[in-house]
């Protein structure tokens, strides 16, 4: 049984968005959201992203969805 691990999730989309060149408030803009607050929640692993916001960004990220998530086996 796999478990998703928020904090290392934030830490993939953390570095993916560096990777790419992408700011915080541009990244949340490209998303939809008016600020970057959801995305800063996401990074520090308060919470994840829906499965829509993940489609998104591996979209804006050009990458996979399995690149942007963390699973632990429990």
Not at 16 to 29: D, I, N
Not at 46 to 62: F, G
């Amino acid at each position: 049984m796999y478990k998703l691990d928020k904090k290392q999730t934030g830490t993939k989309i953390r570095i993916m968005m560096m990777k790419r060149g992408f700011k915080t408030t541009e990244l949340a803009h490209r998303l939809g959201y008016t600020d970057n607050s959801m995305l800063g929640r996401w990074m520090r692993g308060e919470t994840t992203p829906s499965y829509e916001a993940l489609v998104n960004l591996s979209v804006i990220l050009r990458c996979n969805i399995k690149d942007l998530v963390h699973f632990d086996e429990v």
